[in-house]
C-alpha cells in the first residue's frame, strides 16, 4: 500500500528558466508538467490542480 509519505513533489528551473513540477511515488516519477511556467506561484497552481497540497521542494536546476 501506496502511504501519503511516499509522495513527493519537485519544482524545479529548466535550461531556459522555466518552471515545472515532478511528482514522485516510491522515488519514482510518476507525472510531469505539460508546460513550463514562467512564475514558481503558476506552476504551484497548476501542481494544486493535479493534488499538490504540501510545501514546495526546491531542486537544483534540471539537466534536461
Request: net charge positive.
Amino acid at each position: 500500500m501506496i502511504q501519503l509519505s511516499d509522495y513527493r513533489w519537485e519544482f524545479y528551473q529548466d535550461k531556459i528558466n522555466q518552471w515545472q513540477w515532478r511528482k514522485f511515488v516510491a522515488n519514482k516519477v510518476v507525472a510531469v508538467s505539460s508546460d513550463s511556467y514562467y512564475s514558481r506561484q503558476a506552476c504551484v497552481n497548476d501542481a494544486r490542480k493535479r493534488g499538490y497540497v504540501g510545501p514546495i521542494v526546491r531542486s537544483p536546476r534540471a539537466l534536461q
